[in-house]
């Protein structure tokens, strides 16, 4: 059973950084692509991040060259690092492994204001 935990969540003021973290158990990680998205209040859930097996990235527009994906496939680990974070950032954050069959975890929020 595949399991997803995020954690690194909280409030944080405009400009500052934040890292996220979901740690993946019971299967597989290094042969899947790996993702960040968020939604907000209202929205739908949309792609921050994702990184493949072999590393390549791909992210959202509205937060290319603030926020950096990547992974450690011995700990079975995802990062998020946000930084230059903006009010229209809030959000959950939830992880992902994608594949035939998509797991997430339960969420992190993150909440950017002062």
């Known amino acids: 059973q595949v399991q997803l935990v995020e954690s690194g969540g909280g409030l944080v003021q405009p400009g500052g950084s934040l890292t996220l973290s979901c740690v993946m158990s019971?299967?597989?990680?290094?042969?899947?692509?790996m993702g960040w998205y968020r939604q907000a209040p209202g929205k739908e859930r949309d792609m921050v991040a994702v990184?493949?097996?072999?590393?390549?990235?791909t992210y959202a527009d509205s937060v290319k060259g603030r926020f950096t994906i990547s992974r450690d496939n011995n700990q079975k680990i995802v990062y998020l690092q946000m930084n230059s974070v903006k009010p229209e950032d809030t959000a959950v954050y939830y992880c992902?492994?994608?594949?035939?069959?998509?797991?997430w975890g339960q969420g992190t929020q993150v909440t950017v204001s002062s």
């Open positions: 990184i493949a097996p072999n590393g390549k990235t």
């Open positions: 992902t492994r994608r594949g035939n069959v998509d797991y």
């Open positions: 019971g299967s597989l990680f290094s042969p899947y692509t």
